[in-house]
């Protein structure tokens, strides 16, 4: 089994609509990194939250962690088609190599 | 910014042949890793670098593949021979710090490599 996972593997919204992906994992972690990776594209970082964080914020992409529940969240607000993208959660577990989820497709039409 | 560069974008190669996948990773950086991803699938750790050094290895990274940086400037993953099932895009990336420091890995945009 995974030892992280998106709850979703696609979602779709509208222009100026927002989105939220989910990841569940299954490990002990030190921090828990958002990537995107549009088509053709190696994944690019958007948010580091930290094992000791509750909510971390970069324009408008928001990160949640709840370690009690082995949770994260990310979500994006007033998205654009360019957007459009798969996103991963990775996990950082205090030395080891950082391991990936299995993704969520977000498509987002005009 | 900062990018880590891969050349060629796409190699394609017989099997049984040996394939040397390129990275230039970002100056300063110290740590360097290897992904391999197949079409539509999540990101898997291969390898991670440091100090002239395999630092950790996962399942995926078989006796076929090596790694070494040469000359203190590209970062390379070789497979000697290939089969099949090496076809995959191949993700380097590096960073400044550790992953217990949380240093976010910047990742170049992939070698696609088609063993047939």
């Known amino acids: 089994s995974q030892l992280a996972e998106e709850n979703s593997w696609a979602l779709s919204v509208h222009e100026g609509e927002s989105v939220t992906v989910n990841c569940s994992y299954k490990?002990?972690?030190?921090?828990l990194q958002w990537y995107r990776q549009k088509s053709g594209k190696g994944p690019a970082q958007l948010i580091l939250?930290?094992?000791?964080?509750r909510e971390k914020r970069n324009g408008r992409l928001r990160a949640t962690l709840d370690t009690s529940s082995q949770s994260s969240s990310l979500s994006i607000t007033a998205t654009r088609c360019e957007d459009t993208a798969v996103y991963f959660c990775a996990l950082y577990q205090g030395g080891r190599a950082l391991i990936f989820g299995t993704g969520t497709t977000v498509s987002v039409s005009p | 910014g900062p990018k880590v560069l891969q050349i060629p974008s796409h190699q394609i190669i017989d099997m049984g042949q040996m394939v040397t996948l390129n990275c230039d990773p970002v100056?300063?950086?110290?740590?360097f890793y290897w992904y391999k991803q197949i079409l539509g699938q999540q990101m898997e750790f291969l390898v991670n670098f440091y100090n002239g050094k395999v630092m950790e290895k996962s399942k995926l990274f078989k006796d076929q593949f090596s790694v070494e940086r040469p000359d203190g400037s590209y970062f390379t993953l070789k497979i000697q021979p290939t089969a099949l099932e090496d076809s995959a895009v191949y993700f380097c990336a590096s960073s400044l710090g550790q992953p217990f420091n949380n240093q976010a890995p910047l990742f170049g945009e992939g070698t696609r490599l088609s063993v047939l």
């Open positions: 939250i930290r094992s000791n964080e």
């Open positions: 100056s300063n950086h110290l740590y």
């Open positions: 490990t002990s972690i030190t921090a």
